[in-house]
């Protein structure tokens, strides 16, 4: 890890409990990697927290959701149950029984995630959360929607198991989204919608040559410009995980075209930004500022310019070029902040004072890692508190405050250790060693 931490990827999801304050440390750790997508060390961490905190609601409801997230719907029941059973506060409950809606409806039990959605849309109202009752209304609309299709035998649908599919793709069910594909290829052997969503379900579980796969077939069946773009965009995206650059950026081209012929400019800035990716990636870093640059063009919302400002940011980190990187990690922050994700504002703070730290700027590295590490405290986010602390760490050990710079990684070891995060805790460890030695 040699005095450079990681540069954070901006990760944003929903999570349940996010204006309840967590007092212990496994229950933060466990919903700080669900909001990461690193399911399973969100369960070592649940694990952890129900041990630890055994009458704590909490730790039950963050483990259940991690459960859920990666498809053990008995166990995400379970927890979730048990969370019920140890609580009455009203904010909690609401959480829960959306939760537990949420895991009878993949299950495929209408009637029950209809009463427990029901449940959180009555306390949704006693509390005065109009956003949670709207979600909770249009969900129990769905459902009755379902529950109609199901008993309505004249309603036609074309290709049911194809709109399962992608409906399961779009709830993160990927496994019943594959399971549900395959029977709609074997249904529907000319449809190439059943093989473009078997082949994307493929790809968001990791099988990419099954993917590739079923995405080429599917490329074989239609000749519509419209999903021809889909499908070459994720041929792009399969092939760019798989290490195939130079495939990837000739999908990605081929899709980019069809945007142009069919005036979509959003999907044209996505594609820019990817193809910029893949430049980054082979090291031509210009080009893809380039690339980057044309994205920037066709975006018109501000908020969906942060991404791609946080992308070029680093492109000038790894070029070296520090001020551009502070430059365009400014108007990240500014964006973020214009929509209140103070969050998100705390983590390009710390790689701003990392920028200013690598250039010997230590009154501004000192200011935007302790405003970053302060920030990200506050929301109760232990992995961007963890990299804090190892900021610090190499700014003093950078300053010759080889004592400081101990506290603090020794503080950054102790906080990865305690979440699970095994590869940063060595990494800092490493540096730790290395700088016993030089005392």
């Known amino acids: 890890m040699k005095k450079v931490l990681s540069i954070f990827l901006l990760l944003l999801s929903f999570l349940p409990f996010k204006n309840i304050a967590y007092a212990q440390r496994e229950i933060d750790a466990c919903w700080t990697f669900i909001k990461a ?3 399973k060390r969100a369960i070592k961490a649940g694990k952890l927290a129900v041990k630890k905190y055994p009458k704590n609601p909490k730790a039950y409801v963050c483990l259940g959701s991690a459960y859920y997230k990666v498809g053990e719907l008995n166990l995400a029941l379970e927890n979730l149950k048990k969370a019920e059973s140890l609580t009455s506060n009203k904010k909690v409950l609401l959480a829960i029984y959306s939760e537990i809606g949420m895991v009878m409806y993949r299950m495929g039990y209408l009637d029950d995630a209809l009463s427990y959605f029901n449940r959180s849309l009555s306390l949704a109202k006693d509390l005065g959360d109009t956003d949670m009752q709207t979600n909770m209304q249009n969900i129990i609309a769905k459902i009755y929607e379902d529950k109609l299709d199901k008993s309505n035998k004249n309603i036609a649908y074309a290709k049911r198991e194809v709109d399962a599919c992608l409906t399961f793709i779009d709830v993160g069910d990927y496994k019943r989204a594959i399971e549900v594909g395959k029977i709609a290829v074997k249904k ?9 969503c078997l082949g994307s379900a493929y790809y968001k579980v990791g099988e990419f040559k099954l993917a590739l796969e079923n995405m080429k077939k599917a490329e074989s069946l239609t000749s519509n410009k419209k999903h021809l773009m889909d499908i070459y965009n994720t041929m792009g995206l399969i092939l760019d995980s798989m290490g195939s650059l130079d495939d990837a950026l000739l999908y990605y081209s081929r899709s980019l075209s069809l945007a142009k012929d069919l005036v979509d400019t959003k999907m044209q800035a996505v594609l820019l930004n990817n193809i910029a990716g893949i ?3 082979k090291g031509e870093l210009d080009k893809a500022l380039i690339y980057y ?7 018109t919302n501000e ?7 946080n992308n070029m940011a680093i492109i000038y980190y790894v070029k070296g070029d520090w001020q551009k990187a502070i430059k365009y990690y400014q108007k990240v922050v500014e964006i973020f902040e214009k929509y209140g994700d103070y969050h ?4 390009v703070k710390l790689n701003i004072g990392e920028v200013y730290r690598r250039i010997g700027d230590y ?12 920030g990200v405290k506050k929301v109760g986010d232990k992995l961007g508190e963890a990299t804090g602390y190892g900021s610090l760490g190499f700014f003093y050990k950078d300053k010759g405050d080889k004592k400081t710079a101990r506290e603090y990684l020794i503080r950054a070891y102790n906080l990865y250790k305690s979440i699970g995060a095994e590869k940063e805790a060595q990494g800092i460890l490493e540096e730790i060693k290395e700088l016993d030695k030089s005392n």
């Open 344 to 347: 998100s504002v705390s983590i």
């Open 293 to 299: 640059e044309e994205s920037l063009s066709l975006t």
């Open 37 to 39: 997508g690193d399911y």
């Open 303 to 309: 908020k969906d310019k942060a991404p791609t400002y």
């Open 279 to 281: 430049y980054g990636k």
């Open 188 to 196: 529907y052997p000319m449809d190439s919608l059943a093989y473009s």
């Open 363 to 374: 009154k501004n590295a000192e200011k935007y890692l302790f405003e970053g590490l302060e």
